[in-house]
């Protein structure tokens, strides 16, 4: 069982540099997040998303981009790295209609230099 | 914004004993959720909790949502070795789409 895949699990990018994170589920879940985690602050949430086509934003969301054209993915794009940038990206995902009962991916650790 | 104030930061145990931490909140929650971290790992659920005074358990773990529903505790029982990692909480006053997070608790287990 897969559950919730996101890749790279590390990166390193030069300020100015744009990547995509990507964010694979298979459990035909219709709401997707994607939370950074930075140490001693908890998980915040960036962007998530409630079906295909439906994006909406979190509590950080300045820098971030979000697409959802299919149920199964969603990238996470960052268009122009800064420094501040540098934590631990979540990717989760949810089944139950909003319960917060959420799936979480490995991560992914971002460094911007 | 709203805020999670969990505590402690941090504990220090002996295998065996038992552990309990708590999350406290500035306004109304009508879900808590507690959730593990294992190092290298994204958070995994361990207790979901929706409506005041619940209590709720899981092996060796227990949760109840306070009664204010402005706070929420979970107490291990017996710890063993496994159970280091970090928890946290979260709960959400409107849509379960926006959950809040507290800092963590991280578990050490003293050798």
């Known amino acids: 069982n897969a559950g919730v895949t996101q890749t790279p699990k590390f990166q390193v990018l030069k300020t100015g540099q744009s990547m995509t994170l990507q964010c694979a589920q298979d459990?035909?879940?219709?709401?997707m997040s994607w939370y950074r985690q930075d140490p001693g602050m908890g998980l915040r949430l960036i962007h998530y998303?409630?079906?295909?086509?439906?994006?909406d934003q979190g509590e950080v969301p300045n820098g971030y981009n979000v697409s959802r054209s299919t149920t199964e993915d969603f990238p996470l794009r960052l268009l122009s790295a800064a420094p501040s940038q540098t934590s631990v990206y979540f990717c989760?995902?949810?089944?139950?209609?909003?319960?917060?009962?959420?799936?979480f991916g490995e991560g992914s650790r971002l460094t911007v230099l | 914004g709203q805020q999670l104030n969990q505590s402690p930061q941090s504990m220090f145990i002996q295998e065996g004993e038992d552990v309990s931490m708590n999350c406290t909140s500035s306004?109304?929650?009508?879900?808590w959720l507690w959730y593990k971290q294992d190092p290298g790992e994204g958070p995994v659920l361990l207790i979901a909790?929706?409506?005041a005074g619940e209590l709720t358990s899981n092996g060796r773990l227990t949760a109840q949502f306070g009664i204010t529903r402005k706070d929420s505790f979970l107490n291990i029982s017996a710890s063993i070795p496994s159970d280091v990692g970090i928890y946290f909480c979260a709960g959400s006053a409107e849509s379960n789409y926006q959950l809040i997070w507290g800092a963590g608790t991280k578990l050490i287990i003293k050798p």
């Open positions: 459990m035909n879940h219709e709401y």
């Open positions: 989760a995902s949810n089944g139950q209609g909003g319960t917060g009962e959420l799936f």
């Open positions: 306004s109304i929650f009508n879900t």
């Open positions: 998303s409630v079906g295909a086509g439906i994006t």
């Open positions: 909790l929706y409506k």
